[in-house]
Every structure is written in C-alpha cells, then in structure tokens.
C-alpha cells in the first residue's frame, strides 16, 4: 500500500454534487462536476506523516485506489502483484533505507520517479 501512495495508479476522481453546499469558500450548487486530485491528498502532511518517506505499515491508508463502494476492482490484482514481486527480490536479501531521490510532478500528481533501495550483497542469490 506505502508503495501506491507514492506513486498512485489513480490519480483524481470525478464527482457531481447532490446537493448545494459550501466548502471553503465557494458555492457549489447541485449538479456541478468536481475533481479529486488522490495523487495529491497521499502526499498531504496534515494526514500523513514524513509523507516524502516510505514507511511500509503506516496505518493511514492512502487513496490510491479509492475508498468505499468507488474502490478500484482492479485493487486486488495490482497488490498481490505488486507483493509477490516484493517477496520474491526480499527473498534475495534484505532490503533496508528506502528513500525517494526525486519526484515526478504531473498534472494532477506527484510521484516517486526515482527511489534508492540498499541490499545485503551478500545475500543475493541468482536464478
């Protein structure tokens, strides 16, 4: 999951308003369409914690794939992939001091475009 906050396969939502309300400010009447940007909500510091950092475990889950009944129906797919390829390199040795060298900005997001990742070499095993 800390891995799809940082770069998020999601990256806004739409929504339309049921109802006329106003949120910081602006007047948003029924029926006016609204953007989301989740990419951007994963990296806000006022939900998560050194949110520049990967910390596998963090118990605030991100956005990436949405939440509730608009919960991505891909999720699971892309998660077990995703820790299937984990295990099977942390097989190989220890993975320790992740850390994002630099981000990608986009149009709606931000994303982890270069990372470091330390080993144990001498733990590494070729197949």
Excluded: W
């Amino acid at each position: 999951m800390e891995a799809s906050r940082l770069y998020s396969p999601v990256l806004s939502v739409g929504r339309v308003i049921s109802q006329d309300l106003i949120f910081r400010g602006q007047r948003l009447k029924t029926g006016d369409r609204v953007m989301f940007y989740t990419g951007l909500a994963n990296f806000d510091p006022e939900v998560f914690d050194e949110p520049f950092r990967f910390i596998p475990g963090r118990k605030v889950k991100p956005l990436s794939f949405g939440a509730g009944m608009h919960m991505c129906i891909g999720m699971g797919i892309a998660l077990n992939f995703a820790s299937s390829f984990i295990t099977n390199i942390y097989a190989r040795g220890t993975i320790r001091n992740v850390n994002i060298i630099s981000l990608a900005e986009g149009v709606s997001a931000l994303g982890a475009s270069h990372f470091s990742m330390e080993m144990n070499s001498n733990e590494l095993v070729e197949n």
